[in-house]
Nanobody
Framework: QVQLVESWGGLVQPGGSLRLSCAASGSIFSINYMGWYRQAPGKERELVARIKSSGSADYGNSVKGRFTVSRDNAKNTVYLQMNSLKPEDTAVYYC????????????WGQGTQVTVSS
């Protein structure tokens, strides 16, 4: 069984920074994607950023240039450094893990609230 444990989010002022982490444990295929999605009230869940075990990364358009995703493969941990935060970044952030063996497997963290407000 795979588990994803996220760090706490929190309240940050506009223009501020916050770092999230997510550690995966269990039976995980070494070639995988780890990343972050978010969901604001009344909106669909959207990609924030994801990074493959090889190091290649993708970002949602709204966070490009402000957020950076990274990972430590030895620790099965993914990080999201969020800078220049805006009120519209307020959402529940979910960690995600995907890998393919004979079919796709996908796992989600419990979600952590990030609120950007003065």
């Amino acid at each position: 069984q795979v588990q994803l444990v996220e760090s706490w989010g929190g309240l940050v002022q506009p223009g501020g920074s916050l770092r999230l982490s997510c550690a995966a444990s269990g039976s995980i295929f070494s070639i995988n994607y780890m990343g972050w999605y978010r969901q604001a009230p009344g909106k669909e869940r959207e990609l924030v950023a994801r990074i493959k075990s090889s190091g290649s990364a993708d970002y949602g358009n709204s966070v490009k240039g402000r957020f950076t995703v990274s990972r430590d493969n030895a620790k099965n941990t993914v990080y999201l450094q969020m800078n220049s935060l805006k009120p519209e970044d307020t959402a529940v952030y979910y960690c995600n893990l995907r890998f393919y063996v004979s079919s796709w497997s996908e796992y989600w963290g419990q979600g952590t609230q990030v609120t950007v407000s003065s």
